[in-house]
C-alpha cells in the first residue's frame, strides 16, 4: 500500500556544490542543513545528480539505481532522503544493501553484474579516507553504468545545475525504509517506484573468485608459519574482509581488527597509512616511519589495512613497509602469480597516477606493457578499462592501475580495491613458497621487496601533507611554484649546500588516449639533480579530497641503484631533497607551516 505522495519543493541554488576527484565532500552539518543556508543540501545535490543523469539517458529517467555507503555517521538518515527524491522522480528499482553499508569496490562490482548489469547507476554516501561523526565529514559520490567513478563532463553538468536549481522532487508522507529487513524484501514507494533490500556481498565475492584461486588460497591459509592481520579501521570494508578471509578462505577471526563499522570510525582517522593505521604498523614491527623495528616470529607474515569505504589499501609485511608505488609494480611484476593476469598471458596495459613513482613504469618497460601515466583520480583509469568495452578501442584488459596514495585495483571493477591488493600479495606469498618444504623458513613480503629492488633499482618516495591550509595561502604557494619555477628561468638558481640543483619544472596536463579529452593544471614537477648525478623530483598538488581550507601535497622521489643503500628508510633518505624542495617554494614563509600534519 503506497501512502506517500509526489511533491515538488521550491529551493534555491546553495553555493560550492562542485565535485572534486571523487565526488562532493563537506562537513556532515552542512549535509544535514543545520544552518538555513544548507536548508535541502543533499536534495539540492540529489536532484541535480539525478537530472544529469537522466540527460545523459536521452532525456528519459534512468530506472535501477543503487543507494548505498559506508556507514559514517549520517549515512542511514540521507539514505531515506535519497531513495524519496529518486522515487519521486520516477526512478522504478532502488537498490539498497542491508544495513546501508557496503564497501565502494562492492558497488562498483554490483552495479556491473547485479541482474546482468542492469543497474545504471551507483549513488555512494562516502568521504573515502576522511574522518567521520559529528564536526567531521560526509560526501555523496555518483558511479556510472559500467561500475566507473562519473566522468569530468559529468560533474561539470552536475555542479552547473545546482548553480540554476529551483525545485526538487520528494515524497510527504509514508514510513521509513527497514534498511535491517530481510533480503529481497521490497518497499513500495510509489505506484512505479520500489526499493529493494539487496545481499551487499554477493557480486563482489563472485568476482573476487573470478580473480583468485579460492581453493588454493584457503589451502595456503592453512600453511604452519603463515599469519595474516587486516585492520577495518571500523569502515565499511570490515564485514568484507570477514565475509572474505574468514568465511570464505578460512582464516581464524584473530586475524582480523577493527572490522567492525561504527558512524565515527572509532573516532579514528580511516585512512590506511603509516600514521593513522599505528596500531597495525606497530603490530607488524615497523616505526612510525615504515623503517624496521622489533618484530618476531609471532609477528604476522602479512598485514594490510582498509580505509572508510574499502577502497584503499596499506600492505606491510613483518619489518617491512611496501610503499603504494613499490606495491604496484611488484604486483605487475609478479603477474604469474596471480590468475586475473596469469590466465590471459599478463596484463595488457598498465597505469599509475602521475605523482605515483616510476617503479611502475620501468617494470612495464622491461615486460614490454602499455604504460600511462595519468592524473590523480579513478575514473582517469576507467577509459583505459574500459577502452574496449565501451568505445570499440584496444583492449587494455587485463588491467593494473594504481595511486600512491593507497590505491590499487584492477580491470574487475571500476574502482580501486583494498581487499584485491590483499589477496594479490597472498597470491604472491603462496607463488613464493610454492617450493619451500613445510618446517623450513617461508619466503617473506621483506624478501619479495629485496628481490625487486635487487633487479629493478629502489624508487625511494614519500609523501608531505600539510592539511586544511588556509586556501588563498595555499594559492599564492602554487602561483609562485608555476611563475617562477615553472614558467620562470631557472638557470640561474644554483645548487645549495646540499649540492640539489634544480633542473626545470613543468606542470602536468593529460589527453586521454581513448577519448581525446585534455585534463590540464594537474600537479607542479620540479626536477632535480643531485651532485652524483642522480635525478630526483618533488611535485606539489593541492588535493581534491577535503572537506574544509586546502591540503597541500608534496611528493618526494629519488631513485637509487645501489643495494647498499636500499635499507635506509624514505623518509631520511629523502630529507634533504625536501629541505630544497620547501625552500624553493617557499612553503613556510607563505603558510606558516613549519612541518606537515602527516608523512607518508
Known amino acids: 500500500l503506497v501512502s506517500s505522495t509526489v511533491a515538488e519543493i521550491t529551493t534555491s541554488p546553495i553555493a560550492g556544490m562542485k565535485p572534486g576527484t571523487s565526488g562532493l565532500r563537506k562537513k556532515v552539518e552542512v549535509w544535514q542543513g543545520v544552518d538555513d543556508a544548507n536548508k535541502y543540501y543533499v536534495e539540492n545535490f540529489i536532484q541535480s545528480l539525478i537530472d544529469t543523469a537522466a540527460e545523459n539517458n536521452g532525456g528519459k529517467m534512468i530506472d535501477t539505481v543503487i543507494v548505498a555507503g559506508d556507514g559514517r555517521y549520517f549515512n542511514n538518515e540521507a539514505i531515506q532522503i535519497i531513495c524519496k527524491v529518486l522515487a519521486a522522480n520516477g526512478v522504478k528499482n532502488i537498490w539498497v544493501p542491508q544495513g546501508g553499508i557496503m564497501s565502494t569496490p562492492a558497488v562498483s562490482a554490483a552495479i556491473r553484474m547485479r541482474e546482468g548489469g542492469s543497474a545504471q547507476g551507483g549513488i555512494i554516501l562516502t568521504a573515502s579516507h576522511n574522518p567521520g561523526g559529528p564536526g567531521e565529514d560526509f560526501g555523496i559520490k555518483y558511479n556510472e553504468e559500467y561500475g566507473q567513478p562519473a566522468g569530468e563532463d559529468f560533474t561539470d553538468a552536475l555542479y552547473e545545475k545546482t548553480t540554476e536549481i529551483t525545485s526538487f522532487k520528494s515524497l510527504e508522507g509514508g514510513d521509513d525504509i527497514d534498511l535491517g529487513a530481510d533480503v529481497n524484501t521490497s518497499f513500495q514507494l510509489t505506484e512505479e517506484s520500489a526499493v529493494t533490500i539487496i545481499d551487499p556481498f554477493a557480486e563482489y565475492v563472485e568476482v573476487l573468485k573470478s580473480c583468485f584461486d579460492f581453493d588454493a588460497l584457503r589451502a595456503f591459509a592453512q600453511r604452519p608459519g603463515f599469519t595474516l592481520l587486516f585492520d577495518g579501521m571500523h569502515g565499511a570494508g570490515g564485514p568484507f574482509a570477514k565475509r572474505v578471509l574468514v568465511e570464505e578462505l578460512g582464516f581464524p577471526e584473530s586475524s582480523l581488527m577493527r572490522c567492525d563499522p561504527k558512524p565515527d570510525f572509532g573516532k579514528c582517522h580511516p585512512d590506511p597509512n603509516l600514521t593513522y593505521a599505528a596500531e597495525l604498523v606497530k603490530k607488524m614491527g615497523l616505526n612510525a616511519d615504515g623503517s624496521a623495528s622489533d618484530f618476531t616470529d609471532e609477528t604476522p607474515t602479512i598485514g594490510a589495512a582498509n580505509d572508510g569505504d574499502g577502497d584503499r589499501n596499506l600492505i606491510a609485511g613483518a619489518g617491512c613497509f611496501v610503499t603504494p608505488s613499490d606495491s604496484l609494480a611488484m604486483i605487475c611484476d609478479n603477474w604469474k602469480a596471480i590468475p586475473h593476469f596469469s590466465k590471459a598471458g599478463g596484463p595488457k596495459g598498465v597505469a599509475r597516477s602521475m605523482p605515483s613513482s616510476a617503479a611502475l613504469d620501468v617494470v612495464a618497460e622491461a615486460l614490454d606493457i602499455p604504460f600511462f601515466s595519468t592524473p590523480t583520480g579513478w575514473k582517469f583509469f576507467g577509459n583505459l578499462m574500459g577502452s574496449k568495452e565501451q568505445f570499440d578501442q584496444r583492449d587494455y584488459t587485463p588491467f593494473l592501475c594504481g595511486e600512491e596514495s593507497f590505491g590499487t585495483g584492477s580491470d574487475h571493477i ?13 597470491s604472491i606469498l603462496m607463488d613464493a613458497n610454492k617450493d619451500v618444504a613445510e618446517g623450513e623458513p617461508l619466503v617473506s613480503v621483506k624478501d619479495i621487496v629485496s628481490k625487486h629492488w635487487s633487479k629493478y633499482g629502489r624508487h625511494f618516495y614519500c609523501r608531505y601533507d600539510y592539511e586544511a591550509v588556509d586556501s588563498d595561502a595555499a594559492n599564492k604557494m602554487m602561483d609562485l611554484i608555476r611563475t617562477d619555477l615553472v614558467a620562470g628561468d631557472v638557470s640561474s638558481i644554483g645548487a645549495d649546500e646540499s649540492g640539489i640543483k634544480l633542473a626545470d619544472g613543468e606542470e602536468f596536463s593529460y589527453t586521454d588516449p581513448v577519448d581525446g579529452s585534455t585534463t590540464s593544471k594537474q600537479g607542479l614537477i620540479l626536477n632535480f639533480e643531485f651532485e652524483n648525478g642522480d635525478a ?65
Open 536 to 600: 630526483a623530483r618533488a611535485v606539489f598538488r593541492l588535493s581534491g579530497t577535503g572537506s574544509a581550507g586546502a591540503t597541500i601535497r608534496m611528493y618526494l622521489e629519488k631513485y637509487e641503484k645501489d643495494e647498499s643503500k636500499h635499507g635506509e628508510a624514505a623518509p631520511v633518505a629523502l630529507k634533504s631533497l625536501a629541505e630544497r624542495a620547501i625552500g624553493l617554494v617557499q612553503l613556510e614563509q607563505i603558510t606558516g607551516r613549519d612541518a606537515p600534519t602527516v608523512i607518508t
Open 414 to 426: 571500476r574502482e580501486k580495491d583494498g581487499l584485491w591488493a590483499m589477496l594479490a600479495w597472498v
